[in-house]
């Protein structure tokens, strides 16, 4: 009979194409242990939404389900809106399972359109922020579906945390990523970790080095590699 493991969900940005191997999804593979089943979910090319990688995901778990007892998932960007859809759906679907971390980095939680989305959307590309919107069903923001699914997973994860920096020039600030941090501020069970470019942060059994700073390279893409546990 298979033995029971633990599996690891790794939700890569929009249009990641990151390497598993090097970056803050390798630390909590390390730290989960050398058995877990690691999924790498990633932009396959054109045409693929945000949709497709959650049923792609959905399916990697039904096809193992029998032998899969506990999960974990990481997410950058808007693969942070992949993991909590996945991790909610899971949850229900589901219920023995265990959940163990949900690690959200550099999450955009899309209460308004940012910069890149008005951008995508000039140039006739699906922005984001629709591939949200298409992803949660919703027929404005994104923002609120995704904080309040975040919410309600405090009752199932043991250890949610959230890992972002104020001078994020993708997930901008100001009426989005802070309307998430003060929804989930007071909420037990959420640790909102927040990192300073330039800098080195220790503490909550998380460390993130951003004392490199490279000017060609927007802190939310660099935070991705600058996280370790």
């Known amino acids: 009979m298979t033995q029971p493991e633990a599996a690891l969900f ?8 990151n390497d598993v191997g090097q970056n803050a999804a390798a630390s909590l593979s390390r730290l989960l242990g050398a058995s877990v089943a690691v999924c790498w979910n990633k932009w396959l090319g054109s045409g693929e939404s945000l949709s497709d990688r959650f049923l792609r995901a959905t399916a990697w778990l039904e096809e193992r389900s029998s032998h899969i007892s506990q999960i974990s998932a990481i997410g950058l960007s808007m693969g942070c809106q992949v993991a909590v859809r996945f991790s909610q759906q899971m949850s229900a679907r589901y219920p023995l399972l265990c959940l163990d971390k949900l690690v959200l980095v550099a999450p955009d939680p899309k209460y308004r359109p940012v910069g890149r989305d008005v951008e995508e959307a000039s140039a006739g590309i699906s922005s984001a922020f629709d591939e949200a919107v298409g992803l949660w069903g919703s027929e404005g923001a994104a923002g609120p579906q995704f904080v309040s699914a975040l919410a309600d997973l405090t009752g199932h994860f043991a250890d949610i945390r959230i890992i972002y920096c104020r001078s ?4 901008e600030w100001k009426n989005n990523v802070d309307l998430m941090i003060q ?5 037990e069970g959420v640790d909102a970790i ?3 470019d330039g ?10 080095d951003l004392r490199s700073v490279n000017l060609e390279s927007d802190v939310h893409e660099r935070l ?5 546990f």
Do not use: I
Request: glycine fraction near 12%; hydrophobic fraction near 35%; charge should be negative.
């Open 10 to 17: 790794v939700f890569d940005g929009y249009r990641g194409a």
């Open 168 to 171: 994020d020039g993708v997930a």
């Open 183 to 187: 929804e989930l501020n007071l909420r």
């Open 194 to 196: 927040e990192a300073t």
């Open 199 to 208: 800098e080195l942060l220790e503490g909550s059994d998380t460390t993130v």
């Open 224 to 228: 991705w590699s600058s996280v370790s």
